[in-house]
């Protein structure tokens, strides 16, 4: 099989911007935690769904508008709008990818929580992604997105 190079999808900082530690001999140091390929592409997404619109000073359209939704009722309705403004975020601000599907359940309710699934491909590969962004309705949670991508739960 043939050794792909996937090196267009850029390489770049980790979102959300973190340190990792380097060893190498008898010094250890620091440095920028860096992503590539396909791993960047997903957190360019994960960065844009957790933008909200007209929250970044020099680039107001940047986002998705699924905040707009924070004290919307959970159920139908909701979860079609969410999908919406998910897949129209995507399509806009993530030029490498092909959106196939955007998916919104609400089996986690009780907790107010939508969790979007974003399907995926590659446009010069045809490699398929996907993520899954936990998007909190409840006033409390809200911030928890953050710590949830930390653990690695996404």
């Given at each position: 099989?043939a050794?792909?190079?996937?090196?267009?999808?850029?390489r770049g900082?980790?979102?959300p911007?973190?340190?990792?530690?380097?060893?190498?001999?008898v010094?250890?140091?620091?440095q920028?935690?860096?992503a590539?390929?396909?791993?960047?592409?997903?957190?360019?997404?994960?960065?844009i769904?957790?933008?909200s619109?007209?929250s970044?000073?020099?680039?107001?359209?940047?986002?998705?508008?699924?905040?707009?939704?924070?004290?919307?009722?959970?159920?139908p309705?909701?979860?079609?709008?969410?999908?919406?403004?998910?897949k129209?975020?995507?399509?806009?601000?993530?030029?490498?990818?092909?959106v196939?599907?955007?998916?919104?359940?609400?089996?986690?309710?009780?907790?107010?929580?939508?969790?979007?699934?974003?399907?995926?491909?590659?446009?010069a590969?045809?490699?398929?992604?996907?993520?899954?962004?936990?998007?909190?309705?409840?006033?409390g949670?809200?911030?928890?997105?953050?710590?949830?991508?930390?653990?690695?739960?996404?």
């Amino acid at each position: 099989m043939a050794e792909r190079n996937l090196e267009y999808l850029g390489r770049g900082f980790s979102f959300p911007f973190a340190f990792s530690v380097v060893r190498g001999g008898v010094l250890s140091r620091s440095q920028v935690a860096q992503a590539s390929e396909v791993e960047k592409v997903r957190m360019s997404i994960w960065q844009i769904l957790g933008t909200s619109i007209g929250s970044r000073p020099m680039l107001r359209s940047f986002g998705s508008r699924i905040r707009q939704t924070i004290f919307a009722p959970i159920g139908p309705d909701t979860n079609i709008l969410v999908g919406h403004y998910v897949k129209q975020a995507v399509e806009t601000w993530e030029p490498r990818v092909f959106v196939q599907n955007v998916t919104v359940s609400d089996q986690a309710r009780s907790e107010g929580r939508l969790d979007i699934g974003v399907d995926f491909v590659i446009k010069a590969t045809y490699e398929p992604g996907s993520i899954v962004f936990p998007y909190y309705l409840s006033e409390g949670e809200r911030a928890s997105w953050a710590a949830a991508f930390e653990n690695g739960r996404v």
